[in-house]
């Protein structure tokens, strides 16, 4: 078995080309879709380390083959593929939450399609899926240094990246639709309505700021807004004198404006409106707060006694087992 990046990417392209040899509407293309997507994801996190696809255990049995240090007698076993893409979002920024669930989307029925009598495919034809599954494939090649046009081939490549751009279109399309009808909105409240709602996005942009949302104007109506998002890469921490500074970059996925009610759920959306991109989330902490110190003149010791003696009698029941 290989954990090796370029064994992982050549599996990719061969099953995407058994997958291009049948038709869209054939439950086939579906399933050898899936097969690659899979190996595509594999060779993405073996491009950083293949230690990362190796089942993490206490022994660390597994990691050791990754290393080529493994025993004969130990068969290597591989991380599943839910938790490949759960660590390409975390590691890639170019992979975002809607690609996660495309993926896993994908990745559902491949298993029902292996693992029981259905025809999972049939039933879940090409048009519903395509071009989710080629905004994963670039998210993924772009993340690796390649091209769809590596992975699929000039013609297939050509193919996705014209449905990839109508798909923006439309998206694109609704998104400039839901800000007029906002802004519509807006336009029939009285003054007061209007001043008071302001008012009241304000006060809970100020609240919400405090729970990690970001502050933004809301492209329809201009009053404050905020969008949320999720994490990725690693923090930045700056030491200062007094306090501990930490630098998040976030992937904006989510927005909302108590105004006019416009609301978008992901980061295709937010990018057509204007609000794509990437942000960064600062929270600062005191030392004793980020390094967990404690000052032993201002707590009684019991509780951690308590706590120590009871993590003790646990990690003996496990050995034991």
Same mark, same amino acid.
């Given at each position: 078995m290989s954990w090796d990046r370029d064994p992982l990417w050549a599996k990719a392209r061969?099953?995407?080309?058994?997958?291009?040899?049948?038709?869209?509407? $054939?439950p086939r293309f579906g399933l050898w879709s899936s097969l690659g997507l899979e190996f595509l994801g594999r060779a993405a996190l073996a491009s950083i380390s293949p230690t990362l696809l190796a089942e993490p255990d206490r022994e660390h049995k597994f990691l050791l083959h990754a290393l080529n240090r493994g025993s004969e007698?130990?068969?290597?076993?591989?991380?599943?593929?839910?938790?490949?893409f759960a660590l390409c979002q975390t590691l890639f920024?170019?992979?975002?939450? $809607? $690609?996660?669930?495309?993926?896993?989307?994908?990745?559902?029925r491949r298993n029902d399609e292996l693992h029981s009598g259905n025809s999972a495919f049939d039933e879940y034809p090409s048009r519903q899926w395509v071009v989710p599954f080629y905004r994963v494939c670039r998210s993924l090649t772009s993340a690796m240094g390649e091209s769809l046009e590596t992975l699929l081939g000039q013609e297939a490549a050509e193919a996705a990246t014209k449905m990839?751009?109508?798909?923006?279109?439309?998206?694109?399309?609704q998104v400039q639709r839901a800000i007029a009808d906002s802004r519509k909105k807006v336009a029939q409240m009285s003054e007061p309505e209007r001043k008071t709602a302001m008012e009241y996005a304000e006060k809970q942009a100020a609240i919400l700021a405090y729970k990690r949302h970001h502050r933004v104007n809301c492209p329809a109506c201009g009053s404050v807004a905020t969008i949320q998002g999720e994490t990725f890469g690693s $923090?930045?921490?700056?030491?200062? #004198?007094?306090?501990?500074?930490?630098?998040?970059?976030?992937?904006?996925?989510s927005f909302s404006c108590?105004?006019?009610e416009l609301k978008f759920k992901s980061y295709a959306e937010l990018d057509a409106a204007g609000l794509g991109?990437?942000?960064?989330?600062?929270?600062?902490?005191?030392?004793? #707060?980020?390094?967990?110190?404690?000052d032993p003149d201002s707590i009684d010791p019991s509780e951690f006694v308590e706590q120590y003696l009871k993590d003790l009698a646990a990690d003996q029941e496990y050995d034991n087992e």
């Open positions: 061969l099953y995407l080309e058994h997958a291009f040899e049948a038709s869209s509407d $054939d007698k130990v068969p290597r076993r591989s991380i599943r593929a839910h938790q490949v920024k170019e992979f975002t939450e $809607d $690609d996660l669930k495309a993926a896993l989307a994908l990745v559902s990839l751009d109508e798909s923006q279109k439309e998206v694109k399309h $923090d930045k921490v700056i030491n200062e #004198e007094t306090s501990i500074k930490v630098l998040q970059t976030v992937l904006p996925n108590p105004v006019c991109g990437h942000y960064v989330r600062t929270s600062i902490y005191s030392p004793e #707060e980020y390094y967990g110190l404690i």
